[in-house]
T-cell receptor
Framework: RKEVEQDPGPFNVPEGATVAFNCTYS??????FFWYRQDCRKEPKLLMS???SGNEDGRFTAQLNRASQYISLLIRDSKLSDSATYLC?????????FGKGTMLLVSP | DADVTQTPRNRITKTGKRIMLECSQT?????MYWYRQDPGLGLRLIYY???????NKGEISDGYSVSRQAQAKFSLSLESAIPNQTALYFC?????????????FGEGSRLTVL
């Protein structure tokens, strides 16, 4: 099975903290990479794509290291509303493989 | 109204019963997918379809079948449900043949097999 591995957490952080998640993938031929967010009992939604050059969207920064086959997500200035499960996703030959997710709990 | 609609949203059934989960979309997307999600196992692909005449097995297709009746509809069937098929099932769509990774999910169908 194609593997996408994540630390399941939970990561418990206070509001305002910076938190980072990593993800590793096994298939070196993987073509594109993403982070999805899933709230409890809800459907997953795309958070951001991950590019080789790194990309930033507000408080969120995603990076890709193809040589080491890992992807990272950095969240700065955590908000209560950031509490969710973050799914690392890899596109391999036109289908997406999801990691099991990392749970983030942001407390007041 | 949701762009990707799943019915039923919740279903409790007994072992051996035939179950159909339906998915319809108003996004006009070619590609449709069925995933199941289990605690600790993440989302796993069951079947996918790139157009009306195209059906492909995913990672865990055994015990399931699908039908792509029209571009907008993709149904998942369990011919004889068993308890380990208890899970949260998601339908998803994507817009292009060369998917860049954004899937649009329905709200999920929670199935319990007793």
């Amino acid at each position: 099975r194609k593997e996408v591995e994540q630390d399941p957490g939970p990561f418990n952080v206070p509001e305002g903290a910076t938190v980072a998640f990593n993800c590793t993938y096994s298939n070196s031929a993987s073509q594109s990479f993403f982070w999805y967010r899933q709230d409890c009992r809800k459907e997953p939604k795309l958070l951001m794509s991950v590019y080789s050059s790194g990309n930033e969207d507000g408080r969120f920064t995603a990076q890709l290291n193809r040589a080491s086959q890992y992807i990272s997500l950095l969240i700065r200035d955590s908000k209560l509303s950031d509490s969710a499960t973050y799914l690392c996703v890899v596109n391999e030959y036109s289908t997406l493989t999801f990691g099991k997710g990392t749970m983030l709990l942001v407390s007041p | 109204d949701a762009d990707v609609t799943q019915t039923p949203r919740n279903r409790i059934t007994k072992t051996g019963k035939r179950i159909m989960l339906e998915c319809s979309q108003t996004k006009g997307h070619d590609r449709m997918y069925w995933y199941r999600q289990d605690p600790g196992l993440g989302l796993r692909l069951i079947y996918y379809s790139f157009d009306v005449k195209d059906i492909n097995k995913g990672e865990i297709s055994d015990g399931y079948s699908v039908s792509r009746q029209a571009q907008a509809k993709f149904s998942l069937s369990l011919e004889s449900a068993i308890p380990n098929q208890t899970a949260l099932y998601f339908c998803a769509t994507s817009p292009t043949r060369d998917s860049t990774g954004e899937l649009f999910f329905g709200e999920g169908s929670r199935l319990t097999v007793l």
